[in-house]
């Protein structure tokens, strides 16, 4: 090679890297976030938040950018605290208070500046144009994540009441100015489940509120926004694996599940949610051959993971093993989810598993052993349906 081709293959290098960032900073902020929401469910969250704030460098006054850095912010504040699975959330929608960690100081402040920003420029709009769906849709979500960051984040769920309410509103508004708008039904109708689900005193005073009920007609808002070709279609398919394991529609939330794997292929996590579905339907066959899948994807993943991840995905597998009577590859998940630096809850739930396996093989001590300890672990980790299912067997 003569000393003038290494200079010409730099010279060229540099020019393409320029032409690439050229061709990155041409993207329009609707594209950006389109990539990064991509990027952001595929559990790439610092790539995801890189694009998000190169949009709002390229327009700091487009709302739809700040508020979709606040809602990447939030997603990556739950992962790293672990609140990311369906046993999260399951028949504990009318507490009033959830024991939480406080988030790591820097997101919580970016967090808490760009829902801000995201807030006051989408009320100056709606403002402008109070006939403007979009508008008007726009403002609601971000109050929305509000008020979703101030229950699931700093547990203060009554606290988050107001933004709740107003973000209720806003998206009726929507649906008034142009009831084609689908994407505005996952907020009104998820509310109008959650109110169905509250008890009678509760319920009643969220009518009177101004919250709507009715759990067929939200569920069936939410399935209708997941059905759109929406930017918010992929909230509304998460939200409906939580509500179908919730009502027991085991078979449609593997049928959302299967779709979100192929659109997001480098989320285990959808993989994880999958196995314990399917252990749910009574499928463990299914369930066991899901998991294994899943922690060979694991192993190979080099990315962050939640707090006690491998723990939990052989608790999953072990439920699964249990089931299936397999009682050797069971203990041997069940030992790892025991171990230390395995979530509370899972560790309690651990013990359940093995409380069963003891009575598979007529050892009624070493069940009744296993299961108060079941209680003592799933009390501490604010587990009443592990707590419940512990005391029939103890």
Do not use: C, F, M
């Given at each position: 090679m003569t000393p003038r081709r290494p200079l010409k293959a730099a010279l060229l290098l540099v020019i393409l890297l320029h032409a690439a960032r050229g061709a990155a900073g041409a993207q329009s902020p609707r594209e950006l976030r389109a990539r990064a929401a991509e990027l952001c469910y595929n559990l790439d969250y610092d790539q995801s938040l890189a694009l998000l704030r190169q949009a709002i460098a390229a327009d700091p006054n487009d709302s739809s950018?700040?508020?979709a850095l606040a809602a990447t912010l939030w997603l990556d504040i739950l992962f790293r605290r672990g609140a990311v699975t369906v046993d999260h959330y399951l028949g504990s929608f009318t507490a009033?208070?959830?024991?939480?960690k406080n988030p790591p100081a820097d997101l919580d402040a970016e967090f808490k500046r760009e829902i801000t920003k995201a807030i006051d420029l989408a009320e100056r709009r709606a403002t402008a144009a109070p006939r403007d769906p979009d508008a008007h849709f726009e403002l609601g979500t971000a109050?929305?994540?509000?008020?979703?960051?101030?229950?699931s984040v700093e547990g203060r769920?009554?606290?988050?009441f107001r933004a709740a309410r107003r973000s209720y509103e806003e998206q009726e508004r929507v649906l008034e100015l142009d009831p084609r708008r689908k994407d505005a039904g996952l907020i009104v109708g998820t509310y109008r489940y959650l109110v169905s689900t509250l008890s009678?005193?509760?319920r009643l005073m969220a009518y009177v509120a101004g919250f709507g009920g009715g759990k067929e007609r939200g569920l069936r808002m939410i399935e209708e926004?997941?059905?759109?070709?929406?930017?918010?279609?992929?909230?509304?398919q998460f939200a409906l694996v939580l509500l179908y394991n919730r009502e027991k529609r085991y078979e449609d939330a593997m049928r959302v599940l299967a779709d979100l794997r192929r659109r997001y292929p480098r989320n285990r996590l959808v993989v994880l949610e999958a196995g314990a579905t399917a252990t749910r339907a009574n499928r463990p066959s299914d369930a066991d051959a899901l998991l294994t899948e899943g922690l060979a994807i694991l192993a190979r993943d080099a990315r962050p993971r939640i707090p006690g991840e491998d723990a939990l995905w052989h608790y999953k597998r072990g439920v699964a093993r249990v089931m299936l009577r397999r009682r050797e590859d069971a203990l041997e998940d069940l030992h790892i989810a025991l171990a230390p630096g395995a979530a509370g809850w899972v560790q309690g739930r651990a013990h359940v598993e093995m409380a069963r396996l003891a009575l598979q093989r007529g050892d009624r001590a070493a069940a009744r052993r296993e299961a108060a300890a079941a209680i003592s672990a799933c009390q501490k980790s604010s587990d009443p349906i592990c707590v419940a299912?512990?005391?029939?067997i103890e």
């Open positions: 950018s700040h508020r009033s208070t959830v024991d939480v109050v929305g994540l509000q008020a979703s960051y101030t229950a769920l009554l606290a988050g009678l005193p509760i926004t997941a059905d759109a070709p929406s930017e918010n279609r992929t909230e509304a299912e512990a005391k029939r």
